[in-house]
């Protein structure tokens, strides 16, 4: 074998685990997002329904979920010592937050079509209101494994480059 096939064998492992570390990183932040979500939703905004309800409730977990992620990150994921560094400076968290930022515009998008094109519609069909509350809540699940990727993929080429 040549070096070069060699070289992406051993790569490919490392990306798997550093992915597989990520998507626990991800879980956790995905719990505290969630949290904060339905807390805002169900129990501040008593559950009500509006597109200003829907964005705040979403940016509020989104925010609490991406500062965990970033500390979990620095943490768990991104652990070379040339990671690190570049994760430690200025640019680095700017960039972070610009990637989270684009994910929090696919966060809002993709809630408020989940919520108010995909469920409130449902097709012409009638839906009862047990349904609609639990939608929300697997619209939110989708949205997030989505986000989830784009994060990932998103912070390994801008900010955390090998």
């Known amino acids: 074998m040549n070096n070069c096939t060699d070289k992406k064998t051993e790569d490919k492992p490392s990306v798997i685990k550093e992915f597989l570390r ?8 995905f ?8 807390v805002f939703r169900d129990l501040i905004f ?4 509006s597109t200003a309800i829907i964005i705040v409730s979403t940016t509020a977990g989104f925010i609490a979920g991406i500062i965990v992620n970033y500390l979990l990150s620095m943490k768990i994921v991104f652990t070379t010592d040339k990671q690190q560094q570049q994760g430690r400076n200025l640019g680095a968290l700017i960039t972070f937050a610009v990637v989270g930022l684009v994910g ?12 108010s094109k995909l469920l409130a519609t449902n097709l012409g ?6 349904f609609f509350n639990q939608g929300k ?3 939110r699940c989708f949205v997030s494994g989505v986000v989830l990727v784009w994060n ?7 900010v955390f480059k090998d």
């Open 104 to 115: 929090l515009g696919l966060t809002n998008l993709l809630q408020w079509l989940g919520e």
């Open 125 to 130: 069909v009638k839906i009862d209101e047990l």
């Open 31 to 38: 719990v505290v997002d969630f949290g904060v979500f339905w």
């Open 137 to 139: 809540l697997v619209v």
């Open 152 to 158: 990932y993929v998103g912070r390994k080429i801008f």
């Open 46 to 49: 008593g559950g009500k329904d």
């Open 22 to 29: 990520y998507v626990l990183v991800g879980g956790i932040a």
